[in-house]
């Protein structure tokens, strides 16, 4: 885990669901309530820390909370890489999974070749003009090209004319640091599905996030404020929980796509997939999302337990994976 993000020993009269450590908490108190030895590894820019935990700990698994290295979000995928060197067993998904899922163009291009349905886009990379394709329509939602968590996106992410595209474009640039990417922008219902596995895999059920009450003219998508900030959640009755209304046929069809979707892009270990479903009944792919959060009470444990998995079950199910993850039988 990062080394800011390790829980204190003592968490007596601490709010614990809104610390910034809740998912280490949970995951590692959880882990030690099932028996296990747990050991945290606080991690900012020096590897040799794993090496010297690999040696004197001699770990049967590594447990990867890491969501970032010397503050890069895409160093995460080396970091796995370099546990793959040491031959040291991992949970979660592989370093090539990780690459091929944060860069969205990528992705899409990938799914695009299998005829997974996604959303026209486009990338707009920094220090070149800004000039829309013809086969991109408005209004697009413009994003990080490889952020993940929401960043950056805010209601005016969402773009109808040429000026606001540009402007938004240059913010995602100087704000965020990353190229950016615009898709187009799906109407619709906000779906997520987790699925867990390597080989075989088990897909949970659709969830859905809740726009009960939001103000005149947002639009229902998934804002930084809407994902983290909970007093902008509770003032606007922003909730997640099983799709409703579905019928079978769909929700099956959702199921298989993201099946198809997750062995595509090489995920391994668990994910969490991001659709959208228009009025039409035509379902979109925009990402896909490895090693999603996962402490307990948020959208994937919620989805787990609502498919029998208990929050203690998911997490040794990780292990296990990890435990029999073979990164040398790839090629």
């Not at 450590?21 to 590897?47: C, I, N, P």
């Not at 999974?97 to 990338?123: C, S, T, W």
């Not at 009755?237 to 090489?266: F, N």
């Amino acid at each position: 885990m990062h080394e800011s993000l390790v829980p204190p020993d003592d968490v007596q009269g601490i709010d614990v669901p809104a610390a910034d450590w809740k998912m280490e908490y949970y995951v590692m108190s959880t882990l030690r309530a099932l028996g296990h030895d747990v050991h945290a590894l606080g991690l900012g820019s020096d590897l040799a820390l794993i090496r010297r935990a690999i040696t004197d700990w001699k770990p049967q698994v590594a447990f990867n909370l890491l969501e970032d290295f010397h503050d890069v979000s895409t160093f995460d995928q080396n970091v796995v890489s370099y546990l793959e060197l040491m031959r040291q067993p991992y949970t979660g998904c592989n370093p090539r999974g990780l690459m091929l899922a944060r860069d969205k163009a990528i992705a899409k291009k990938l799914l695009a070749y299998h005829r997974i349905p996604i959303p026209e886009f486009a990338v707009f990379a920094r220090g070149r003009a800004v000039k829309r394709p013809r086969n991109l329509p408005l209004p697009v939602i413009v994003k990080s090209l490889t952020q993940e968590a929401s960043t950056g996106i805010s209601q005016a992410s969402v773009v109808a004319d040429e000026a606001r595209l540009k402007e938004r474009v240059a913010f995602i640039h100087e704000s965020i640091g990353t190229d950016a990417i615009a898709e187009r922008y799906v109407d619709g219902r906000e779906l997520y599905v987790g699925v867990l596995g390597n080989q075989r895999l088990e897909v949970f059920p659709v969830w859905e996030m809740y726009f009960t009450s939001l103000p005149d003219g947002a639009r229902p998508i998934a804002t930084d404020r809407v994902k983290w900030s909970v007093k902008y959640q509770t003032r606007h009755s922003i909730t997640t929980g099983e799709a409703k209304d579905l019928p079978e046929t769909m929700r099956q069809r959702i199921q298989h796509l993201c099946k198809r979707v997750y062995r595509i892009l090489w995920l391994s270990g668990y994910a969490r997939l991001d659709l959208r479903l228009d009025a039409g009944g035509r379902v979109y792919v925009i990402e896909a999302n490895p090693n999603p959060q996962l402490a307990k009470d948020e959208d994937f444990a919620d989805s787990a337990e609502k498919a029998g998995v208990s929050y203690e079950a998911l997490l040794q199910r990780i292990l296990n994976l990890g435990l029999r993850w073979r990164p040398e039988k790839l090629g």
